[in-house]
């Protein structure tokens, strides 16, 4: 029999790979435009311990069908310090499982039917009023087409049988001993790296198999190469990323390394055990069906698949109590000395147990917002590059940031209804202690982003340091305990300029400073003249209301109150 490879090859290959990776793609788009912010939120409250983090990830992960999306979401969740690092490590563990499940969906007999499910989805998005009918349409539609997808591609591939020099290729890659099943997995692991996608990877092993190309073990083989691939992509995805963003990829990449090589010495004797567990799910695969007077091996992608799900948890299962570990190790890997300064990302003091008791609440926002002020102040310590101070600015004004977000919130949460004015009033104004100490954080961030990027002259640093002084000096108003204290001097005696000198200063540097320089102390010197605006707002708030006296009326509304059977009561805590 003659082969058109063009006709009867190429295009049921090329257009049947295309159909499935774009069958995928609609799947989880529509997947996750329907759930993907309620996922966040539950992942955010459900991945409290581990064994929480590895259910919360396979749960997730098998909804939304994408472990690029759930390592996204579990990447920004830690930088928002929503999740701490051993937590994210169990979430990936679990995102590892969940992934797996799609590989069940694709193993699925339903080719035939997936051109007509697609055309019928892809009528009701084309003419659906509803985002949300459409976005069920478009993940119904990409599960129809990963199934019309690969139903091309196996009867694309099956001329491949009637060519000699193709079957004598693939001859070469038969899992049949340890050196030739390495050769197997490093071929599916480097085809997994090119495409980007593991389930691509199994999807054509799948088809091969079921075109009697491949025989089942080898197929098999294909698939453990094809989770060995796919932590190349998470490894590129983190590139660009933070330090703890790179560790969570990291520990996926460790995670399906580790497995791989504990899997292939036990490779020949789970092919046994594998052989006999499909007596449960149709038989053996290496006995091929007659379906339209050809041959077929329906059978193999459900192998395929089953034995991928079955390493994940395997894998899972063996590495899990050794969490603690991989989180001290990933925690060392690119530490510098700057990490082991404070994270400000997350709130030290903001104890939601603390949230309904307005007399311990308060203080503990005055504290995180005094912590805020702290690490705005860093940026001083940034703009003379101490080696103590963090070595992005841009990175830790993101933490800030967080921070500034997260006491926002909690503040707000203590507004109830039914408090008296004189508590409402003190919650508002420590809102605006907190806007006002955000704002002046930003300040300092670009006094010390300006100052960073441009390299001075003598006279003109002359000019930043006594800037960066003046502005140490003022901090000193709102954080006591900032710095060293005032120099002794004599009266009448001026210890620092003002603005203005500073500008005319500058103004005055002609030759000995280049333009460029000038432009940037006379920003600077506008990022700090709005600082300290800003400091003065911020001492003005704080004595706006008198906090203690509010606190003590709190404090003695809640002691004039009977106990509740058990409840020992709690004290007022000062303020600050």
Known sequence: MDIDIFKDILVPVIGGLGIFMLGLDFMANGIQALSVNRMRAFLAKAAGTPIKGVLAGTLITGVIQSSTAMSVMVVGLVNAGVIALRPAISV????????TLGNGLIALPLGPLGLILAGVFS??????????????ALAGMGFALIFYGLNLMTGGLRPLRNLPEVMALLQTLTADSYLNLLKCVFIAAGVTAMIHSSSATIGIVMGLGAAGILDWTTAVAFSLGADLGTTITSWMASLNLSKNARRTAYAHISFNIIGVCITIPLFFVSMQVLEWAMQFFGGDPAIPVIVDGKETFPLVPVAVGLYSTFFNVFNTLLLFPFIGVFERVLSRVGHTDAEDTEDFSTPRFLDRKLAGDFAKAVPAVQQETARHLQAGAMFLDIARSSKKAPSDPGEHYLAT??????????TAELMKEDLPYDQLDLIA??????DF???LTESMHQVARRVRREKFSSPAQAIVDVALSKLDASLRQILPTYGISDPKVPAGHANLPEVEELRARTLALGPNAGAAE???????????????ILIQRIDAERKSVNRQSVLARASARKESRPHALGDPGLSPVPAE
Not at 123 to 135: D, H
């Open 92 to 99: 990936i563990m679990g995102a590892n499982i969940g992934t």
């Open 123 to 136: 009528l009701i998005y084309c003419f659906a009023k509803s985002e949300k009918v459409k976005n069920i």
């Open 401 to 410: 940031d967080i921070l500034s977000r997260d006491i926002r919130a909690y």
């Open 429 to 434: 104004s420590l809102i605006e202690e907190a």
């Open 437 to 439: 100490t955000a704002a």
């Open 518 to 532: 000038r432009g940037t102390i006379l920003a600077m010197l506008g990022s700090i003249e709005r600082a300290e």
